[in-house]
């Protein structure tokens, strides 16, 4: 069953959320839709209590009226408040990459990202749906519900509206029964087959038998009228379909007809041959081909992947709050590591031993493949009540000593494996989604959705540059095994940068409206790059060059992950679906 939220502020639209949220439960059902966040018991923390809700929330609806941005106290509306649980509700959503669809209440504007704290802007573009409280409420209402299936990805049903709602009341008379009601209750119809194709021969005008032809052509598109037409109850006075001369349908009498099958014939058999040719051709090994092996299914949609380093386990992050390794050679669950809050980031230890994951909640783990967490890191607060910022990126050092953890408040953190803090940096200003380390481990390269890749000493804390090139947020950063690339994509771009120079050699256009991850092949040769579709698309890293897509995923792609001697690569996404490809 699908989980609608809707945020709302009481003094701007509670009696147009009240019709709405009406018109969903009736449609979707009562257990789908969340209302009132803001009626949180006594005593308890507002942010944790919306943070646990939107867990279990596909799709937040954002009720924007004329006093959405909130009555201004002392000249600072309340949505610039970080105390404003409406603020919190829409923070958390896009934090968590929910969609989000604004509903503008009558003739509402969307407010201008200027008029919205730095973490809220990006909801300034979101597309919006207009309800209108008047006599057009009903067709709005319908366009909502059609956008919130197309999110769902759930067939249509028919949206209710005033009309359907009078029939529930008055239920249609029932027609008595017949003989050929009977019939159909007693022999379900089932779905017609399809028609096969017919091929028609055209003689040139000398052709002395055009009359026959003339005539075979009617006759062929009286049938294949027929044949388009709904299938019915065979009756006794319908005349039978006429035979079909099979042998002049393969192999055509006239000379020209045999011209033209074998020059078809020869078409096709060319664009096998040029796709075998495709597929077998050399220089696959640094991610240029890949033939996808087998699928598992995980428990929830896929946040991060990792391979172990000897490519016989994958662990795959999911905001189900858990952590599932799987044995990929037997293709099957090994263990689940289950965790209070959703878990967004994972890695192993270069042993192979470990696994090291961060949650929403806060808090970063350290577990054996078997299951048995070894370690709790937990960074320390000023006051009991505090709640600790989601972690939102995890990275280990090539020599296991080290682990970076990147949160949404925009820090970051170097700890060692016994769960010491040695550095805080906080210079992002929004969430560091995404964390790399360098082969030598003295480095490593964050990106946050403040837009910029910052480059940090992994001793001293201390940046070493910033990369501004990319027109907006980073969502996903990687470094090539030889700590030549950098690569940070977010929106549907992807800036490579020259990690010597600090220069941006190629700025990617992909097809994709979202990139969500970005991968090196083990020979940096090639990135991977996935995203908001199934598609995965392979660039040249050295020319810039898009060299192949491939398709096999059923929904977006959230993570991707190459194993160390470059013959697999992982992906995954929104389907809960792992991928595991070979790389020829």
Do not use: C
Not at 255 to 277: D, S, T
Not at 571 to 582: F, K, L, M, N, Q
């Amino acid at each position: 069953m699908p989980k609608i939220s809707i945020s709302y502020r009481r003094a701007d639209s509670e009696a147009m959320t009240g019709r709405i949220f009406d018109r969903l439960t009736t449609y979707y059902g009562k257990e789908a839709i969340f209302r009132d966040i803001e009626d949180i018991p006594a005593g308890i923390d507002f942010r944790q209590h919306i943070n646990e809700t939107l867990l279990k929330t596909n799709v937040l609806l954002a009720i924007v009226g004329p006093k959405w941005l909130g009555a201004a106290r002392g000249g600072l509306e309340r949505i610039n408040e970080e105390s404003d649980p409406v603020r919190v509700e829409v923070e958390t959503a896009l934090r968590r990459r929910l969609p989000v669809i604004p509903v503008l209440i009558g003739n509402t504007r969307m407010p201008g990202s200027d008029q919205l704290p730095p973490s809220l802007k990006d909801f300034a573009f979101r597309n919006a749906v207009k309800i209108d409280t008047g006599r057009d409420f009903d067709h709005h209402i319908e366009h909502l519900i059609k956008s919130i299936d197309a999110i769902l990805g759930q067939t249509g049903r028919s949206p209710p509206s005033r009309e359907t709602d009078i029939a529930a009341v008055k239920p249609a008379a029932k027609s008595p029964p017949s003989r050929e009601t009977d019939i159909a209750v007693a022999r379900p119809a089932t779905k017609a087959a399809k028609p096969p194709s017919i091929e028609i021969e055209i003689p040139r005008k000398k052709d002395t038998g055009s009359g026959r032809a003339a005539a075979t052509v009617a006759a062929a598109a009286a049938s294949a009228a027929q044949l388009r037409k709904p299938q019915t109850l065979a009756r006794p006075e319908t005349p039978p379909a006429p035979a079909r001369d099979w042998g002049q349908m393969l192999w055509p009498k006239s000379r020209q007809g045999r011209m033209i099958r074998l020059a078809a014939a020869a078409g096709a058999a060319v664009v096998v041959l040029a796709l075998l040719i495709l597929e077998l051709s050399p220089g696959g090994s640094a991610g240029g081909n890949v033939r996808q092996l087998f699928s598992l299914q995980n428990p929830d949609a896929v946040s991060a992947l990792a391979f172990s380093p000897d490519a016989r386990m994958i662990a795959a992050a999911s905001l189900d709050k858990s952590v599932s390794i799987w044995n990929v050679g037997g293709e099957n669950l090994s263990t689940t590591l289950n965790d209070s809050d959703g878990v967004s980031s994972v890695a192993f230890m270069p042993d192979g031993r470990e696994v090291v994951y961060g949650g929403l909640n806060g808090v970063i783990v350290i577990a054996d493949a078997g299951g048995r967490v070894v370690r709790s890191i937990r960074p320390s607060v000023t006051y009991a009540w505090q709640v600790l910022p989601a972690v939102w990126s995890i990275a280990v050092s090539p020599d296991g000593m080290r682990v970076v953890s990147g949160s949404d408040d925009g820090s970051i953190k170097i700890w060692n494996t016994d769960g010491e803090l040695l550095h805080s940096i906080k210079n992002h200003s929004d969430v560091v989604t995404s964390l790399a380390f360098f082969p030598d481990g003295k480095t490593f390269a964050s990106g946050s959705k403040d837009g910029t890749v910052r480059v940090w000493s992994t001793d001293g804390g201390g940046e070493v540059t910033v990369l501004a090139d990319h027109p907006g947020q980073i969502l996903s950063v990687a470094v090539s095994a030889d700590g030549k690339w950098i690569a940070g994509g977010g929106g549907s771009n992807v800036v490579i940068w020259d990690a010597a120079s600090g220069r941006a050699a190629h700025v990617l256009a992909t097809s994709l409206d979202t990139v969500d991850a970005v991968a090196f092949s083990p020979d940096g040769k090639r990135l991977l790059i996935g995203g908001s579709d199934p598609a995965i698309e392979i660039w040249d890293a050295e020319s810039g060059q898009l060299v192949r897509t491939v398709s096999g995923n059923s929904h977006s792609v959230h993570a991707l992950a190459f194993s160390q001697d470059g013959t697999h690569l992982a992906s995954g996404g929104g389907d809960s679906t792992i991928d595991v490809w070979a790389a020829d």
